[in-house]
């Protein structure tokens, strides 16, 4: 059941509540690129979720960390890191693709190919990555595939997208689960050509979890951190950017100098209003942080059993590096 809360006191200064409760929780606040501009700017460490499973994993000094971002990163946290309380805005924050490979799905999968090595994206349940062998971001996907001993043949999912990238990149056949991210698939290679037509200096730039189609129009696709290096370092000044809306936030403040521009941009229909925006991110708010913070809740919990065996392909990713 959600949690229930009482009112907030619209006359409360948020961020100082919210910087408050912090010291006296010993509080570490995580939050995703994809959050809104207050969260991702209140936050102790910012981050994709690879560095983020990372500074979850790392957090020795907190008692408490505060995950702004969806259920599965929340869950990573407190399997990574099992003594801390581990709280979350909102616990109804989903995730498209956690929700397309519930773990009984895959373990019936897993039943018809034995032989096969099972390497599930970071955007799944706990209970679904007690099921894998390894687990990849969209950082270090290509790094985990190729550790993957040659001839053995994989299972990927949940997402189609990154898998099929991926087999391009890495040129290793894998069997794909049918996922996809309800943000980046409604993107439009159409709408995208004619944007780029529009904009003949401007470099489109698009996350792995894309279209193929998409995909093929990009002058550069990376994970979301390195989507934000891109801008930062290339000799360009223009940039479309196909990913989620929220890291345009962080991109203005580490290349103030740069154009972005938002897929979709000027092609939006009634039916595509925030299109680009995700909102199980978009759930979080100020108001549920302060909340969280002050009542510890939502909290996460798990069986040890399904931690322990969770952690494994968890461990092994970041065992890689």
Same mark, same amino acid.
């Not at 995700?278 to 909290?299: F, G, S, V």
């Given at each position: 059941m959600p949690t229930v809360h009482p009112p907030v006191d619209p006359r409360l200064d948020l961020f100082a509540e919210i910087d408050r409760l912090r010291r006296e929780r010993k509080a570490v606040i995580l939050a995703h690129y994809y959050q809104d501009p207050d969260i991702q700017d209140l936050a102790d460490h910012l981050g994709d979720s690879l560095e983020l499973a990372k500074r979850a994993r790392d957090a020795k000094d907190a008692e408490v960390i505060l995950f702004c971002g969806v259920h599965f990163m929340a869950e990573t946290a407190k399997i990574v890191n099992p003594s801390k309380v581990v709280i979350i805005p909102d616990l109804e924050a989903g995730c498209s693709l956690a929700e397309q490979c519930p773990a009984d799905r895959l373990r019936a999968w897993k039943q018809k190919h034995p032989e096969h090595h099972v390497v599930m994206y970071i955007n799944c349940s706990a209970a679904t990555k007690a099921e894998s062998d390894i687990i990849c971001t969209s950082s270090n996907a290509e790094r985990v595939i190729r550790s993957v001993p040659a001839g053995k043949p994989i299972l990927f999912g949940p997402d189609k997208n990154l898998g099929a990238f991926l087999i391009k990149k890495t040129g290793r056949q894998m069997d794909l689960w049918p996922g996809a991210c309800m943000v980046h698939e409604t993107f439009s290679s159409q709408k995208i050509a004619a944007l780029k037509a529009r904009n003949p200096d401007a470099k489109f730039i698009a996350h792995p979890e894309?279209?193929?189609?998409?995909?093929?129009?990009?002058?550069?696709?990376?994970?979301?951190?390195?989507?934000?290096?891109?801008?930062?370092?290339?000799?360009?000044?223009?940039?479309?950017?196909?990913?989620?809306?929220?890291?345009?936030?962080?991109?203005?403040?580490?290349?103030?100098?740069?154009?972005?521009?938002?897929?979709?941009?000027?092609?939006?229909? *009634? *039916?595509?209003?925030?299109?680009? *925006?995700?909102?199980?991110?978009?759930?979080?708010?100020?108001?549920?942080?302060?909340?969280?913070?002050?009542?510890?809740?939502?909290?996460?919990?798990?069986?040890?059993?399904?931690?322990?065996? *969770?952690?494994?392909?968890?461990?092994?990713?970041?065992?890689?590096?």
């Open positions: 894309c279209e193929e189609h998409v995909l093929q129009l990009a002058d550069f696709v990376g994970s979301t951190s390195k989507l934000l290096e891109f801008v930062q370092k290339d000799a360009g000044k223009r940039y479309i950017v196909g990913t989620e809306t929220g890291i345009l936030h962080t991109m203005k403040k580490h290349a103030p100098h740069k154009e972005l521009i938002e897929v979709p941009y000027e092609d939006r229909t *009634a *039916a595509c209003q925030g299109c680009n *925006a995700c909102p199980h991110m978009k759930r979080n708010t100020l108001e549920k942080i302060y909340l969280a913070l002050r009542d510890l809740q939502p909290r996460i919990e798990m069986a040890e059993e399904l931690r322990k065996r *969770a952690l494994l392909p968890l461990e092994r990713m970041l065992a890689l590096g």
